[in-house]
């Protein structure tokens, strides 16, 4: 019942099939639609992507730090990439994986390790430092970003600073 209304007849539910919009003349296909099998073969995702310090090579992540999806596969890709030469396409991949994490310093390390790869030493320790920030309770990433940072130091002639960051890497472990 319509609440203000009297009775309301209602139209029986069609069971036929409904085509908006208006029909257009044609050969109409009929046979069955095929379909590809759902699992064909398996992939697992590598835990972390090698050329990230992991906790048993002196920096990482603990199980309660592990990286997302998207980030994980960028960093994937961009390991991938930086290992077959294409440093331009790490490069990409690290910075996607940057605006997907702003704050994952796994990210930025790897960023600072392409970019010394790529002989920018200066853009290089930025990105280290700048990992630094938020690898907080991460020593053995602390570590691993000092030592980017000494060599990044070293490649621009600052032996001195880059001493005094080896002295903070060894500090940090």
């Given at each position: 019942m319509v609440p203000g209304g009297g009775a309301v007849a209602s139209a029986p539910i069609?069971?036929?099939?409904?085509?908006p919009g208006p029909i257009t003349p044609g050969?109409?296909?009929?046979?069955?639609?095929?379909?590809?099998?759902i699992n064909q073969g398996s992939y697992s995702m590598p835990?972390?992507?090698s050329g990230i310090p992991s906790a048993n090579t002196g920096g990482g992540l603990s199980a309660d730090e592990q990286l997302d999806g998207p980030v994980l596969a960028l960093l994937t890709t961009a390991q991938q990439q930086q290992a077959s030469g294409d440093l331009n396409g790490?490069?990409?991949?690290?910075?996607?994986?940057?605006?997907?994490?702003p704050r994952e310093p796994q990210v930025l390390y790897r960023l600072a390790q392409v970019?010394?790869?790529?002989?920018?030493?200066?853009?290089?320790?930025?990105?280290?430092?700048r990992g630094l920030?938020?690898?907080n309770g991460r020593?053995?990433?602390q570590a691993s970003l000092w030592e980017l940072i000494a060599q990044a130091r070293e490649k621009q002639g600052d032996s001195s600073?880059?001493?005094?960051a080896r002295q903070k890497a060894k500090v940090s472990l």
């Open positions: 069609s069971t036929g099939p409904i085509t050969p109409i296909d009929t046979s069955p639609v095929q379909s590809a099998p835990s972390t992507p790490a490069s990409s991949s690290l910075e996607r994986a940057q605006r997907v994490a970019r010394m790869a790529q002989g920018d030493a200066p853009q290089a320790e930025q990105f280290a430092r920030t938020f690898a020593s053995a990433l600073g880059a001493a005094l």
